[in-house]
């Protein structure tokens, strides 16, 4: 279903918009616009009525992908765990005829590497210190040369933990996951679902300015006290804290690196110049209103 914020914005996109990838946020974008065009390896649980290819980018695509000769294409598919290079876009790029007018590319805000919770803009040169932001910086080279070799506005949202329905951490079970200490915990960058979708849909319109744009909610609220605050709005008991120095023996490497790494996103750009002011500046609301959706809220 389509949010009542979204759909007079979305309706407004008067060419084709062709979406790669049925995620979470791909799902959500397919079932955006009326005139969609999807391409994945598996089919989207809703979309907007158009096109559906299924291709695997994983493999050699056997022949081109029959696109329109006008189109928005927004990119939503992570890089596999091997390269760089970023592999599957690649076999994306090359199977396609170049007759977009505008890409936008969902990276993340991980290619600026730790910044020691210092405010970061988009004229910060990206420092990536994983594996997989690597991989994200990688792809949005592929994307700029692509884009630059074939007259296509090109737009990089580089995006910082996603939330909304469905991906909160409301089950018991995870909600018993330990978390740092406050004392411990960097700032934290989020947004909400809803709010990365008005991000695209404003990133596909033909007057928006190509370009690079950090997207978020503002709040640098902790991934520790977003976990709590989940927990106390689910009536779930508040998660075990322990201190970076047990973290770093027990928690999983991929989210003891998520965790470390700390900046705060300066977002004014999206703001200005996208022009979306996120309908989830705090974020718990955002939480309320997922949880309700979930019927997991209790208080």
Known sequence: MKHPSLQTTAADQKMPVVVVGAGYTGNRALSAFDHSIGISRNPPAESGGGQFFTCDLDLDIPRPIALPDSY???????????????????????????????MVYLSTSGVYGDRRGELTGESTPPLPATDKAKRRLDAERQVLEYCRANAIAAVILRVPGIYGPGRLRSGRAESALPVLLEKDASPGNRIHIDDLLSCCIAALAAETPAGIYNVGDGNFHSSTWFACKIAALAGLP??????????RKTFAAERLEFLVESRRLDTSKMRNVLGVVPRFLDPEDGIRASLADEGMLKS
């Open 72 to 102: 928005a294409m927004l990119y939503t598919v992570p890089p596999a765990s091997d390269g760089p290079p970023d592999r599957r876009l690649h076999r994306l790029l090359g199977s396609v005829r170049p007759t977009a007018k505008r």
């Open 238 to 247: 508040r998660p075990p804290q322990v201190a970076l120095d047990v973290a």
